[in-house]
């Protein structure tokens, strides 16, 4: 069992930043795959950033290229994410996810992942 905890998110006006981060409790050997995700009134839940830590693969959400960063510190088990040049299109709840993937395929799709943290708050005004 992984237990994930997120923390980081508040409000900010456009173009400012942010940065999550989500500490991994538990049976974290193995947890090759961890992600952050998000969710937005009415809409489904998004990958947003990923990391294949075996090869260091990421995946960004073409939205964010070039305005958001994934990653981790292995001796905290933590993950962090980077927001810069926030849009209010960013508004959302941002949850950390993990698994024991076996591959990078998949990296961003939320359905790949078992765990989940209880989310963080992320609004940005104009």
């Known amino acids: 069992q992984v237990q994930l905890v997120e923390s980081g998110g508040g409000s900010v006006q456009a173009g400012g930043s942010l940065r999550l981060s989500c500490a991994a409790y538990?049976?974290?050997?193995?947890?090759?795959?961890m992600g952050w995700f998000r969710q937005a009134p009415g809409k489904e839940r998004e990958g947003v950033a990923a990391?294949?830590?075996?090869?260091?693969?990421?995946y960004y959400a073409d939205s964010v290229k070039g305005r958001f960063t994934i990653s981790q510190d292995n001796a905290k088990n933590t993950l962090y994410l980077q927001m810069n040049s926030l849009k209010p299109e960013d508004t959302a709840m941002y949850y950390c996810a993990a698994d024991y993937c076996s591959n990078k395929e998949g990296l961003g799709d939320p359905e790949g992942y078992n765990y989940w943290g209880q989310g963080t708050q992320v609004t940005v005004s104009s």
């Open positions: 990391i294949y830590t075996v090869e260091d693969s990421t």
């Open positions: 538990g049976y974290t050997y193995s947890i090759y795959c």
